[in-house]
């Protein structure tokens, strides 16, 4: 038996509750790249560096020249400057 109804609500009423602390912890870390100029860019950066292993989310702010990159615990800084310039664009420090 489900708790939907044919009209697509639930039917219990119930509320759920995440407990913060069950959540896995991550960190973001924000890193200055060169290079990047456009969408093909901010393409090329996000998917390079989310290859990456522990890595679970990556903004590009190509105007600002930022990568932001969340993880469960800080990147490899040597793993991520590589995908980064493989890339085609230079990685040049924390920001």
Known sequence: MSCCSTD?????????TVDPA???A??????AVAGMT?????????EAV??????????VDVA????????GAAPDEEALRAAVDDA????????
């Open 50 to 59: 989310s290859a990456l292993p522990g890595v679970t989310a990556v903004q």
């Open 8 to 16: 697509g609500t639930c039917s219990t009423g119930a509320t759920v």
């Open 64 to 71: 600002a020249g930022l990568v932001t990159v969340s993880a």
């Open 22 to 24: 069950a959540l896995p």
């Open 88 to 95: 085609g664009y230079e990685l040049t420090g924390r920001a």
């Open 38 to 46: 456009c969408g093909h860019c901010e393409r090329a950066v996000t």
């Open 26 to 31: 991550t960190v973001s870390t924000v890193y």
